[in-house]
C-alpha cells in the first residue's frame, strides 16, 4: 500500500517552498521602497514605513524587525528602524 | 411573474428633446421626435402585427405585415420605418390592411410546416401570433409549390438548434449578430427564393463558424427556427424570475425562465441596466453544472488528508469543524486562523465570512480572490481618486470618442460589455489597444485599431510615462481642469518628473518594444480626440508594478480631464460576478466594509458595539501570506468560501506546501475542486440559482439575486443557501448568530457602511438597481463618480517610476509568458468545464509566434513542455502571430494543464497581487504529460475518494 506524501506530490521536488522566512520579507519591503524612492529619500522612508505598518501582519512585521538590515536596500533599512522606533 | 414575454415595442427608443403629438386610432400620444408610427402605437397599448421588428434591432421594412394608413399620405407604408410627425393622423386596422396583411401571411405560412402542435415553439411564437392577429383561415395557394421544407436541421451548436424549414428570412437574426452582438458571423446567402440564413462561409454549420454563441440570434429569432435545446426538450416555461448572473463582473440580468424548480432557459432580461438585453454563452447557456453529477450535496469530513472522505450529517461536519477550530485557537492563538472570502457569492454571504473570521476567529486573517486579479485597483484609484472603484457605468461607453483598452480581453472576458463598446466602435469612436497580443478588438468586423501598442510584458509603466512625457511636453495637458481639481504642486511635480528625457518614447523603445512614432500617435490621439476613457483589466494589475499602473492611468486621465462627465474615465474591467462587492463588504485583512483601515478606532468601534466583541486592530495575513505563514507554522486553519486557490493562485507548489501544512482547512464549494485536495472539512454550496441576495457589477452596480430552486445541498428542502451554511458554522462556535433572510445581513451592512447607508433589498426591489454611494448625499446612487470633485478632495497624481521585474528572460528560459482567459471558459473552469462549453475549449493550449515555433521544430497540436524556474507542465502548441516573438500565451481553465505550476511568486509591490503575466519560459518539444501532472492526477484521484455514508440503525 503506498504512502500518502502531499509534500512529495504537491511539490516540484527540486524547488523548495518559499517560507515566510524574513528573504521573502526583504523582497516585499525592498520593493516597497523602490516604488516610493522617486518621491525623495526622506519621504520614501516616511512611506515605505506607513505601508508597511497599513499591511502587514504583525507576524511579518516582528519577522523583519527580528533580521538584520543586511538584505534591504537603505531606504528599506531606514523604513523598519524607524517602525521599531 | 408568470410567463409572458416582456413587451416588444418593435423599434429602439429614441430620445429627443422635441416632443411629437399625433393620433392613432383616435387616440392621441406624444413621443419623442424620431420615434416610428410602430413604437408610438405600442407606447398607448397598441399592437400592430409586426415580424421582422424588434425594439432591440434598428427598423428594417421587410416583412410588410406592419403596414398602416396615414390620412394624407398615399399608399400603406410601414409603420417601423415611418417615424412620427406633427397632427399625424394614423389608422392601424382597417379592411384594406387586413386584406394587406392577410395576404402577405398567406405568402409566409405557404412555405412554413404546419406542426404548430408539436412544435417547441407552439404558444410562444410570433409567426403563430400574426396568423391569430390577421385571421389567417386558410392558404389559397396550397402547399404544394416549392419550398425549403426539406432543408436539414443545424444542430451543431451544444445549445440551440438552427432549423431552416421554420425560417420566414426576417433577417432578424442576422441584424442582431450585426447589430447587439457585432460579430457579424451570420448572413443571408442567395437571392428571391434561394434566399437562406447562413452562419460563416459554404460548408460551415453555427459551430464551426465565427458564431460566439451569445443567444442574441436565438432571442431574435420569431419562430422556432433558432431555438434552445433546452425548451424542445422541457416544454414552455411556466414563470419568469429575473436574477443576476454569476459569471463576469459585468453583472448580466437574466430572466430565469422556469418549470416548477426545473430551469428551461435563461433569457436576458432587457430591462437591466448593465446588459440591455444581451447576453454571452456563459450566462445565457452555461449554467448545466447546477446539476451536474459531480455536484457534491453531502458534508464531509476526514482528519487527514491522506484518508477517503466520509460523508456525514451537517451537525456531525459542524460540530467536527468548530471542535478543530477551536482547538487550534486555544493553542496556537486567534491569528493562526483565518478565512477567504468568495467573490462568487453575494455581498451577504461574503460580509458574513469576514464577520466570521474578525468577531468569530478573532483574527483579520481574512483575505478574497480580488487579491490575485483588482486589488490594485483598489490601492491605486484610492490613492489617486479616494475611491477603491472605476468612476463610470457602461453605459458611458456610448459618449466616448476615444477608448483605451490596456490590458483587458473585452471580447473574450467581458463580452456582454465589449458588444457594446464594439458598437460605439462602429459608430466611429477611435480605438487605441495596449496588450502583447494582438485581441480580436484589435482588428474585427467594421472595427480596426487605431493603433495597437504590442508592448513587453512588464513594462506597462514605461509606456505610461511615455505617453504622459508626450502629453505634457507637447504642451497637451489640460491645465485648467488640472488646476481646479488637482494639486497643483504635486502636478508640477509629476510633470517635471515624466517630462525627463529618460521617459520620452524614444528613450523607452528599446524596453518597451513600441514604436516611438505609434506611442506618440497614440498619446496625441487620447489626448486630443475628445471624450477619452480607458478600460483596463488584469493585464495592468498582475504585475510587480500592479499598482504603479492603475496609478499611471489615473494620472492620465487626470491630466487630459477625462474624469467627471460621462464617455470618459477610468474604468477596471472586473473578472468575476461580485469582486468589486467582495471589495466593498470589508473582505481585504487590512480593512472594515466600506474601505476603513482596521486601524481606524472609531469605524473599528461601530463593528464592535453591533456586534458585542473586540477586534483585533492590526491588520491581518494577506492570501500569499497566509501560505507563507503556513509553511512557517504559525497559521493552522482555513475556511476557504467558494476559492479554488490551488488552481487559480500562481506558484503551485508552494500553495499546495502551504495547505498540506494547515491542520484544518475548510472548504465550501459546489464541487471537489483541486483545493479540496487539500481539506479536512467539505461543507456542500448552493449555486447562484439556490439563494437569495445581492452582486456589485464592475460599474458598483448592486443588484438582486433572486432564489429560483431549492439549495440541493441538502434533502427534503432542508438545504441550505451559503450565507445559512456560514452562519450554521458561526453557531457551532457559539456565536449565535440569527439571520433569517439576507435582507437582515444587507440592513447591517447599510447600518454600519456609509456608502451603503441608503440599501436595503426592499429599495433594491423598487428601483431595480443601484450604484454605491447610496446615502443622504447620493439618495439614487452615482453611476458617474467624481463630477464636481474628487473623493479624496483633490486629484493625487503619483510618480510611477519603471522598475523592471525582477522576473528576466535568460539563456534557460528565454521567452515571457503570459496568462489569460477565453471566452467560452470561466476563470478556473469549476463551472464551464462542467458544461458543453467545452466543445469550444477543451483543452489549454499555448500559444508561440511561427519564428519561435520554428527555431524548436514545433508546429501546432504539437505536445510542448513549458517550463519556469518554478516548475513545469506539458499542453498542445497553437502556432500564431497573435502573439509577439519572444512572448507565449495560455491560459488557466483545465487542472490538467495548471499554467499556475509555472508562474511565480513575484508580485505587486503595493498589494501582493500575484505577477501572472510575466514568467520566464522555455518551450519545447514533449512526448506528453510531466512527472508533476502524472503525479497531481494520481495525488487528485486518491484525494477524491468517498466513502458511502453508513446506513442508519
Known amino acids: ?85 | 411573474m408568470g410567463f409572458e414575454r416582456q413587451a416588444d415595442f418593435g423599434t429602439p427608443e429614441v430620445t429627443s428633446d422635441t416632443q411629437v403629438s399625433l393620433t392613432i386610432d383616435g387616440r392621441a400620444v406624444t413621443v419623442p421626435a424620431g420615434t416610428s408610427v410602430m413604437r408610438a402605437a405600442a407606447e398607448i397599448g397598441g399592437a400592430i402585427p409586426k415580424l421582422c421588428a424588434s425594439d432591440n434591432l434598428a427598423a428594417y421594412g421587410s416583412c410588410r405585415l406592419c403596414l398602416v394608413e396615414v390620412d394624407g399620405m398615399r399608399g400603406t407604408p410601414a409603420s417601423c420605418t415611418t417615424p412620427v410627425a406633427p397632427g399625424m393622423v394614423v389608422h392601424t386596422q382597417t379592411p384594406r390592411l387586413a386584406k394587406l396583411r392577410k395576404g402577405v401571411m398567406e405568402l409566409y405560412i405557404s412555405d412554413h410546416p404546419l406542426d404548430c402542435l408539436t412544435c417547441g415553439a407552439n404558444n410562444d411564437c410570433e409567426l403563430q401570433d400574426q396568423a391569430a392577429a390577421v385571421g389567417l383561415r386558410d392558404v389559397r395557394y396550397g402547399y404544394e409549390g416549392k419550398n425549403h421544407l426539406a432543408q436539414p436541421v443545424d444542430a451543431s451548436n451544444p445549445y440551440f438548434d438552427f432549423d431552416p424549414a421554420k425560417c420566414i428570412v426576417c433577417s432578424r437574426c442576422v441584424r442582431a449578430c450585426d447589430e447587439v452582438q457585432g460579430t457579424l458571423a451570420l448572413t443571408i446567402d442567395g437571392r428571391g427564393f434561394a434566399s437562406m440564413v447562413s452562419a460563416g462561409q459554404t460548408g460551415d454549420d453555427f459551430l464551426s463558424s465565427e458564431c460566439v454563441s451569445c443567444g442574441a440570434c436565438v432571442q431574435a429569432c420569431p419562430t422556432a427556427t433558432l431555438q434552445e435545446k433546452s425548451v424542445k426538450e422541457i416544454g414552455k416555461p411556466e414563470r419568469a424570475v429575473v436574477t443576476t448572473c454569476a459569471y463576469c463582473g459585468v453583472g448580466c440580468t437574466f430572466r430565469a425562465e422556469m418549470r416548477g424548480e426545473q430551469l428551461v432557459r435563461m433569457v436576458p432580461w432587457k430591462d437591466g441596466k448593465a446588459n440591455h438585453g444581451h447576453s454571452c454563452v456563459k450566462g445565457r447557456f452555461a449554467w448545466g453544472y447546477a446539476n451536474h453529477q459531480d455536484r457534491i450535496t453531502s458534508p464531509m469530513i476526514r482528519d487527514s488528508i491522506d484518508q477517503p472522505w466520509r460523508e456525514v450529517s451537517w451537525d456531525e461536519a459542524l460540530g467536527f469543524t468548530a471542535a478543530r477550530l477551536g482547538a487550534i485557537k486555544a493553542q496556537y492563538g486567534a491569528r493562526a486562523l483565518g478565512g477567504i472570502t468568495s467573490s462568487r457569492c453575494t455581498n451577504e454571504e461574503t460580509f458574513l465570512v469576514q464577520k466570521l473570521v474578525r468577531s468569530g476567529f478573532g483574527s483579520n486573517n481574512v483575505d478574497t480572490c480580488a487579491r490575485v486579479c483588482h486589488s490594485p485597483t483598489g490601492y491605486g484609484l484610492k490613492t489617486a481618486f479616494g475611491t477603491s472603484a472605476g468612476t463610470q457605468d457602461f453605459d458611458s461607453v456610448m459618449h466616448a470618442d476615444v477608448i483605451l483598452v490596456i490590458g483587458a480581453n473585452p471580447t473574450d472576458a467581458h463580452p456582454v460589455f465589449a458588444s457594446r463598446m464594439k458598437r460605439r466602435l462602429r459608430d466611429g469612436a477611435k480605438l487605441i489597444v495596449i496588450d502583447p497580443r494582438r485581441i480580436d478588438l484589435v482588428r474585427s468586423p467594421h472595427i480596426s485599431a487605431e493603433h495597437h501598442l504590442a508592448l513587453q510584458p512588464g513594462t506597462n509603466v514605461a509606456v505610461l510615462t511615455a505617453m504622459a512625457h508626450v502629453i505634457v511636453s507637447e504642451g497637451l495637458a489640460d491645465e485648467a481642469f488640472i488646476r481646479e481639481r488637482c494639486d497643483w504642486d504635486e502636478y508640477q511635480d509629476w510633470a517635471r518628473f515624466v517630462c525627463d528625457a529618460r521617459h520620452s518614447p524614444e528613450a523607452l523603445e528599446p524596453v518597451t518594444r513600441v514604436a516611438a512614432e505609434t506611442l506618440r500617435a497614440a498619446a496625441r490621439l487620447y489626448a486630443t480626440g475628445g471624450n477619452g476613457a480607458i478600460y483596463y483589466g488584469l493585464g495592468v494589475t498582475e504585475h510587480s508594478q500592479g499598482s504603479s499602473t492603475v496609478m499611471a492611468i489615473a494620472n492620465l486621465a487626470m491630466v487630459t480631464g477625462n474624469i467627471g462627465r460621462p464617455g470618459v474615465g477610468v474604468n477596471p474591467l472586473r473578472g468575476q460576478n461580485n469582486v468589486q462587492g467582495a471589495c466593498d463588504m470589508g473582505s481585504f485583512p487590512h480593512e472594515l466594509s466600506g474601505y476603513r483601515h482596521i486601524s481606524d478606532s472609531a469605524a473599528r468601534a461601530l463593528f464592535e458595539q453591533d456586534w458585542g466583541v473586540a477586534l483585533d486592530s492590526e491588520p491581518g495575513l494577506r492570501i500569499p501570506n497566509m501560505l507563507d505563514a503556513a509553511v512557517d507554522g504559525s497559521f493552522r486553519a482555513l475556511y476557504i468560501q467558494g476559492e479554488d486557490i490551488l488552481q487559480s493562485d500562481p506558484d503551485t507548489a508552494h500553495v499546495s506546501a502551504g495547505l498540506a501544512a494547515m491542520d484544518c482547512v475548510i472548504v465550501h464549494d459546489l464541487f471537489l475542486n483541486e483545493t479540496a485536495n487539500y481539506a479536512h472539512v467539505f461543507l456542500p454550496g448552493s449555486t447562484f440559482l439556490e439563494k437569495n441576495g445581492t452582486f456589485t457589477n464592475a460599474e458598483r452596480r448592486i443588484q438582486l439575486v433572486r432564489k429560483v430552486m431549492e439549495p440541493a445541498n441538502g434533502p427534503d428542502g432542508k438545504g441550505m443557501e451559503d450565507w445559512e451554511v456560514t452562519q450554521a458554522l458561526a453557531n457551532a462556535m457559539g456565536l449565535g448568530w440569527h439571520y433569517t433572510h439576507p435582507a437582515e445581513i444587507m440592513d447591517e451592512i447599510a447600518r454600519l457602511t456609509p456608502s451603503f447607508a441608503g440599501v436595503s433589498h426592499a429599495r433594491l426591489e423598487e428601483a431595480g438597481s443601484l450604484q454605491w454611494p447610496v446615502n443622504e448625499a447620493h439618495p439614487d446612487g452615482e453611476p458617474i463618480m467624481h463630477i464636481d470633485g474628487f473623493v479624496r478632495g483633490r486629484g493625487k497624481f503619483v510618480v510611477t517610476d519603471y522598475v523592471p521585474t525582477d522576473e528576466k528572460t535568460g539563456p534557460r528560459f528565454p521567452l515571457l509568458l503570459t496568462t489569460g482567459r477565453i471566452l467560452s471558459q470561466y476563470n478556473v473552469g469549476a463551472q464551464t468545464r462542467r458544461t458543453p462549453n467545452s466543445v469550444w475549449h477543451e483543452a489549454d493550449v499555448l500559444e508561440i509566434h511561427p519564428t519561435d515555433a520554428e527555431n524548436r521544430g514545433l508546429k501546432t497540436g504539437d505536445w510542448v513542455r513549458l517550463a519556469s524556474r518554478k516548475g513545469e507542465t506539458t499542453l498542445r502548441a497553437e502556432v500564431t502571430d497573435r502573439v509577439a516573438p519572444g512572448v507565449v500565451y495560455t491560459t488557466f481553465h483545465h487542472p490538467e494543464t495548471q499554467a499556475n505550476v509555472v508562474t511565480t511568486e513575484f508580485s505587486d509591490w503595493a498589494t501582493n497581487c500575484p505577477e501572472y503575466k510575466v514568467t520566464a519560459v522555455q518551450v519545447a518539444a514533449s512526448n506528453g504529460p510531466s512527472d508533476w501532472q502524472e503525479d497531481y492526477a494520481d495525488l487528485s484521484a486518491r484525494a477524491r475518494r468517498i466513502l458511502p455514508a453508513e446506513a442508519a440503525e
Open chain 1, 1 to 85: 500500500m503506498p504512502t500518502f506524501p502531499p509534500a512529495r506530490a504537491a511539490s516540484c521536488r527540486r524547488k523548495r517552498p518559499n517560507k515566510m522566512d524574513a528573504t521573502r520579507l526583504h523582497t516585499m519591503a525592498n520593493q516597497i521602497a523602490r516604488a516610493f524612492a522617486a518621491e525623495g529619500e526622506d519621504q520614501a522612508i516616511a512611506a515605505t514605513a506607513e505601508h508597511i505598518r497599513l499591511y502587514w501582519d504583525p507576524r511579518m512585521t516582528a519577522a523583519i524587525l527580528a533580521d538584520d538590515r543586511k538584505a534591504l536596500s537603505p531606504i528599506a533599512a531606514a523604513a523598519v528602524d524607524r517602525i521599531a522606533g
